[in-house]
């Protein structure tokens, strides 16, 4: 597979990151400290590029109509200005990703799946648009994603914005988005700003061409320079990710798995009209009850769990660690894992195998981390 690179690569290694391979893109892991990134999202703000994710805009005089067929959700309800959280599935009810879907005007959206899964996506689109008046077009080669997270994200983007203007960001609810004038030196354009994010702080997610990525990035590092902004990293972004129990595909979701054990039901819209993709299925699935649940597992000892560790009651497997990790915020371990349905229950006792030595843990509810706690 050939390496991809983001249009802020030579950035990142101009601030000394270290690289990961992420769907095939060299994405910064840290660039310090893992630990320093984390925490300044929670206290004051991260930068973090996002370009790796796909962007694939559906446009049309069916685009509500042809989303409802082709996701799970009922896009068509969207209003102009908000975004919707939802999923893609096969016949057979199993996750091809989960994604946000924005929509920007009456017959305009722009769908967002993750970065693996963004070729699968566009190409699964594009083929369930038959018979729908609609245009699927993937602007994913062409479009940067900059992110700025954290409780001072909104003082960071507003000294970007004209003043006459800032209202716009002000505002802007979460799950939302609009197309905000910003001013960056002797360049200036309106750029799509939503208020989304997956660190479980508040933040914005701006949506740039790539030319103009790395004299946004410049802008907003600036900006934050008084504010405690520093450039972030995937591995925090997976710690920040974890403690706010939002999944990874990957790990918490799957071709192999159906909504309904994820625990995204409420993501289904079984009550809307017409049929789509995995209906049928996803019908059948909901009257059954899953085998194994995804649940949250917070530790009473110092070590984590990892993927695919075993959970164990009384020495018997009844599920597997999907995610694990030391919570910086919480200060002891957490895990999210799949386990058999009779071990759901919030104050459940369970043990994790870490590389044989069982460790005790605790079935809680998600997320671990809200905000201000």
């Known amino acids: 597979m050939t390496e991809k690179y983001t249009a802020l690569y030579e950035e990142h290694k101009r601030l000394g990151a270290s ?77 091809i990703d989960d994604l946000i879907s924005y929509r920007l005007d009456d017959e305009t959206y722009l769908v967002v799946p993750n970065a693996g899964n963004a070729p699968v996506v566009a190409a699964e689109l594009a083929a369930r648009a038959e018979g729908f008046d609609v245009t699927v077009n993937n602007i994913s080669d062409d479009t940067s994603l900059v992110a700025v997270q954290g409780p001072n994200a909104e003082a960071i983007l507003l000294a970007l914005v004209p003043a006459e203007h800032r209202d716009a960001v002000t505002g802007m609810k979460y799950y939302a988005a609009a197309k905000v004038p910003m001013a960056l030196g002797a360049w200036s354009a309106e750029l799509l700003v939503a208020r989304t994010g997956y660190t479980g702080e508040d933040g914005f997610e701006i949506y740039v061409p790539n030319d103009a990525a790395p004299i946004l990035w410049a802008a907003l590092l600036d900006a934050g320079a008084d504010r405690g902004l520093i450039p972030a990293g995937l591995a925090c972004r997976d710690s920040l990710r974890l403690e706010a129990g939002m999944p990874l595909y990957g790990n918490e979701l799957s071709l192999e798995l159906d909504p309904y054990a994820a625990g995204l039901g409420p993501v289904v819209a079984l009550s809307k009209e017409g049929d789509f993709v995995g209906r049928a299925a996803l019908e059948t699935k909901k009257q059954q009850a899953p085998a194994r649940r995804l649940v949250g597992l917070k530790g ?74």
Do not use: C
Not at 19 to 43: C, I, N
């Open 19 to 95: 690289f990961t391979d992420f769907g095939g893109w060299q994405m910064p892991l840290k660039y310090s400290s893992e630990l320093a990134e984390h925490h300044a999202v929670r206290k004051a703000a991260g930068l973090f590029d996002l370009s790796h994710m796909g962007e694939i805009k559906v446009t049309g005089p069916d685009a509500g109509a042809f989303l409802d067929y082709a996701l799970v959700g009922k896009l068509s309800a969207v209003k102009v200005g908000k975004a919707k959280y939802s999923l893609i599935t096969n016949a057979d009810g199993g996750i």
């Open 300 to 373: 009473s000892g110092r070590r984590a769990g990892r993927s695919h560790y075993p959970v164990l009651s009384d020495g018997a497997v009844i599920g597997e660690v999907t995610s694990g990790a030391p919570s910086p915020t919480l200060g002891y371990p957490i895990a999210l894992a799949y386990v058999d349905t009779a071990f759901t229950e919030p104050g459940t006792e369970v043990q994790v195998d870490l590389r044989g030595k069982p460790e005790p843990f605790t079935v809680v509810g998600l997320p671990f981390y809200k905000r201000g706690q």
